[in-house]
T-cell receptor
Framework: GIQVEQSPPDLILQEGANSTLRCNFSDSVNNLQWFHQNPWGQLINLFYIPSGTKQNGRLSATTVATERYSLLYISSSQTTDSGVYFCAVEAGAGGTSYGKLTFGQGTILTVHP | DSGVTQTPKHLITATGQRVTLRCSPRSGDLSVYWYQQSLDQGLQFLIQYYNGEERAKGNILERFSAQQFPDLHSELNLSSLELGDSALYFC?????????????????FGPGTRLTVL
């Protein structure tokens, strides 16, 4: 099956710093989503981004499907950004699929005040 | 709030017991997915239902089963529970999730049910 690797595994920042999280995947994808899992365990959708670039406030994401990677940018980080960031993909390139997401192992982000 | 609801939030039970987790998808979503998050395995896909029919299976144990009802809510049944079944169980829903370009829509996750098996 498709492999998803996220880096770095851990990231510690001071409030106000910027960061880039990376997601590499081993095959073509129909779906790529970024999630933030907060300290209470809730998985929050950040982006649906199988290709291209999107921005939402201090967060933006870029997926280069041909090179099989995606980047999540966090600018001016805040303590509330702390948690685990997951990349999840669904393998496929236009064929029949069923929406099964394969998750990476996540990047644990800690933002200190 | 994703619009996906799951009950109960927490469940504590003993080995050998059986439990049922419930999920209500977002209004209008036809597909429901179940995922398991454990410390050793990470987040793993278990099973998907579309409009009442099973459509895809992942790493789901034979002791586990699920169904989707006519009102589109879903239940995940876990039986003969073992210590290793302790995990956070998520339900997700999406509008479609089937057929060509099936993956091409967002999955929204519920708050999860934290299962502890003692």
């Amino acid at each position: 099956g498709i492999q998803v690797e996220q880096s770095p595994p851990d990231l510690i920042l001071q409030e106000g710093a910027n960061s880039t999280l990376r997601c590499n995947f081993s095959d073509s994808v129909n779906n790529l989503q970024w999630f933030h899992q907060n300290p209470w365990g809730q998985l929050i959708n950040l982006f649906y981004i199988p290709s291209g670039t999107k921005q939402n406030g201090r967060l933006s994401a870029t997926t280069v499907a041909t090179e099989r990677y995606s980047l999540l940018y966090i600018s001016s980080s805040q303590t509330t950004d702390s948690g685990v960031y997951f990349c999840a993909v669904e393998a496929g390139a236009g064929g029949t699929s069923y929406g099964k997401l394969t998750f990476g192992q996540g990047t644990i982000l800690t933002v200190h005040p | 709030d994703s619009g996906v609801t799951q009950t109960p939030k927490h469940l504590i039970t003993a080995t050998g017991q059986r439990v049922t987790l419930r999920c209500s998808p977002r209004s209008g979503d036809l597909s429901v997915y179940w995922y398991q998050q454990s410390l050793d395995q990470g987040l793993q896909f278990l099973i998907q239902y579309y409009n009442g029919e099973e459509r895809a299976k992942g790493n789901i144990l034979e002791r586990f089963s699920a169904q989707q009802f006519p009102d589109l809510h879903s239940e995940l049944n876990l039986s003969s529970l073992e210590l290793g079944d302790s995990a956070l169980y998520f339900c997700a829903s999406s509008v479609v999730g089937i057929g060509e370009w099936a993956g091409a829509d967002t999955q929204y996750f519920g708050p999860g049910t934290r299962l502890t098996v003692l």
